[in-house]
């Protein structure tokens, strides 16, 4: 720890150190430049850097070049990459513990416990009072089989690890790192599709990124009833909810519990769903009901667990029940009206094809796949039984030895045996014919929702 003059025995700096990253980037006139940041770090350094490299305008890009830790059990466990943000409110956490914590951390990360991610590390340091170490002269025969062995003692766990920060959004305003982050209240897309009817191209995200049939059903209904304009999507490896976006801004409702109880994984998808139009005009000239058109906008998870949670809205108690007030309403209304406005900002300068979003997206599970087959697009049995039936597209069956055509004679056998567990996929050639199925069975569940209301409408009208 040369870089670290004057440490005492628990690494640390006179100055009090815990991090020291050096980040490279290029000046306006193209040459590389320096500079290294001390944590804890004052908000205006941090602002400063970031000035210099020109973030957060686009172009110049920063890298972290290296990073080291006063305390040395960090070296081995700190990620590849950390935002400004969690680095500088991990390192104020641990900044806040006295010397007997610090090591007492020191272990626990030594031990490999809770330090796989970020927000681990950060929840250690809020965890450290269900620890204990104790020193070698200190330790009895009885002991030593009830904890795990450190350099610095023998440390053992006991009660419940808490969570208190789960993602960026969990770091008061105050103690944030970077001042323009903190104006950062939307959830940035990764991925935009203007313009397009959302009924199928949702309908096609159940079958690519997972098999969603069973909810496919009520998603797409609660679509083409048009009871918003915004709508999110959610699609995890527990099934797939689509909702009214503002439910999901309400604290306490399943919605909102939903979406931000789920894990940041590689198959969790948030979709944000923006509706522009839902007439058309009949042959006479009258306006009659079309399709539902509008922008689909794929978000990373944390970045909306983020917005939510900065806009969430709590509900007022009366007589003991929970409601949420017209004010209410309307505040979270006019934050997804800037979301939205947000969005297609950037849909103009960067959109995307849906071929392009759906291959991208059915990465993860095609991975899963017991055989996956790179450059091919995994659908779930549904869509590969329909499509294969109508003849829509060529649909393959992973084997052991590569994919199998399918004849559509087969069509008759998929999803006869439970027990059968097979994958089925289509080249992105064959996306098209993914789209004509979409389509047809979007437009079937869209009829049978009106048919069910006619007949209940029909009901009521007879009592």
């Known amino acids: 720890m040369n870089e670290y003059e004057n440490s005492g025995?628990?690494?640390?700096?006179?100055?009090?150190?815990?991090?020291?990253?050096?980040?490279?980037?290029?000046?306006?006139?193209?040459?590389?430049?320096?500079?290294?940041?001390?944590?804890?770090?004052?908000?205006?350094?941090?602002?400063?850097?970031?000035?210099?490299?020109?973030?957060?305008?686009?172009?110049?890009p920063l890298y972290a070049e290296s990073l080291s830790s006063a305390i040395r059990e960090l070296y081995?466990?700190?990620?590849?990459?950390?935002?400004?943000?969690?680095?500088?409110?991990?390192?104020?956490?641990?900044?806040?513990?006295?010397?007997?914590?610090?090591?007492?951390?020191?272990?626990?990360?030594?031990?490999?416990?809770?330090?796989?991610?970020?927000?681990?590390?950060?929840?250690?340091?809020?965890n450290i009072v269900n620890f204990e170490l104790t020193p070698p002269d200190k330790q009895t025969n009885s002991e030593i089989g009830e904890g795990i062995p450190t350099s610095k003692g023998l440390l053992t766990e006991s009660g419940e690890f808490k969570q208190p920060y789960r993602f960026v959004g969990d770091i008061p305003p105050e103690q944030r790192a970077t001042e323009f982050l903190d104006k950062l209240n939307y959830p940035d897309p990764a991925n935009i599709i203007e313009n397009v009817e959302l009924t199928p191209l949702t309908l096609q995200l159940h079958a690519v990124c997972g098999d969603y049939a069973e909810d496919a059903v009520l998603n797409i209904e609660r679509l083409e009833g048009v009871k918003s304009s915004e709508y999110l999507l959610l699609l995890t490896a527990y099934g797939a909810m689509l909702t009214e976006a503002s439910h999901a801004y309400r604290v306490g409702t399943p919605q909102y519990n939903c979406l931000m109880d789920v894990e940041n994984k590689p198959e969790s998808y948030v979709f944000a769903l923006h509706v522009t139009n839902i007439?058309?005009?009949?042959?006479?000239?009258?306006?009659?009901?079309?399709?539902?058109?509008?922008?689909?906008?794929?978000?990373?998870?944390?970045?909306?667990?983020?917005?939510?949670?900065?806009?969430?809205?709590?509900?007022?108690?009366?007589?003991?029940?929970?409601?949420?007030?017209?004010e209410d309403y309307t505040a979270v209304r006019r934050h997804l009206d800037?979301?939205?406005?947000?969005?297609?900002?950037?849909?103009?300068?960067?959109?995307?094809?849906?071929?392009?979003?759906?291959?991208?997206?059915?990465?993860?599970?095609?991975?899963?796949?017991?055989?996956?087959?790179?450059?091919?697009?995994?659908?779930?049995?549904?869509?590969?039984?329909?499509?294969?039936?109508?003849?829509?597209?060529?649909?393959?069956?992973?084997?052991?030895?590569?994919?199998?055509?399918?004849?559509?004679?087969?069509?008759?056998?998929?999803?006869?045996?439970?027990?059968?567990?097979?994958?089925?996929?289509?080249?992105?050639?064959?996306?098209?014919?993914?789209?004509?199925?979409?389509?047809?069975?979007?437009?079937?569940?869209?009829?049978?929702?009106?048919?069910?209301?006619?007949?209940k409408k029909n009901r009521d009208t007879e009592r």
């Open 76 to 126: 081995d466990r700190m990620p590849d990459s950390s935002n400004f943000d969690e680095l500088n409110y991990l390192a104020a956490r641990i900044q806040a513990l006295d010397t007997g914590q610090r090591e007492v951390y020191a272990a626990a990360v030594e031990a490999g416990l809770h330090c796989i991610r970020l927000d681990e590390l950060i929840n250690l340091a809020e």
């Open 279 to 326: 007439w058309t005009k009949a042959d006479n000239g009258e306006p009659v009901r079309g399709p539902v058109i509008g922008d689909l906008v794929s978000v990373a998870l944390r970045d909306q667990q983020w917005d939510i949670q900065l806009n969430a809205k709590e509900p007022t108690m009366v007589d003991g029940e929970r409601h949420f007030t017209s």
């Open 9 to 60: 025995a628990n690494g640390l700096s006179v100055r009090d150190v815990i991090f020291r990253e050096t980040y490279v980037y290029a000046e306006a006139d193209g040459r590389r430049a320096t500079r290294t940041i001390d944590y804890p770090a004052p908000k205006e350094e941090i602002e400063r850097l970031l000035a210099d490299a020109g973030i957060p305008a686009k172009g110049r």
């Open 338 to 455: 800037r979301v939205t406005e947000q969005h297609r900002d950037i849909g103009i300068r960067e959109p995307m094809g849906t071929a392009e979003l759906l291959a991208a997206v059915n990465r993860p599970f095609m991975s899963k796949a017991e055989y996956p087959q790179e450059g091919m697009i995994r659908i779930c049995q549904s869509a590969a039984k329909e499509i294969l039936a109508r003849g829509d597209a060529d649909v393959y069956r992973l084997m052991e030895h590569g994919a199998i055509l399918q004849s559509k004679l087969a069509a008759v056998h998929i999803g006869t045996n439970s027990a059968q567990k097979s994958a089925f996929a289509i080249k992105p050639d064959g996306l098209p014919g993914l789209e004509k199925w979409a389509k047809r069975t979007a437009a079937d569940f869209a009829r049978q929702a009106q048919n069910r209301g006619e007949h």
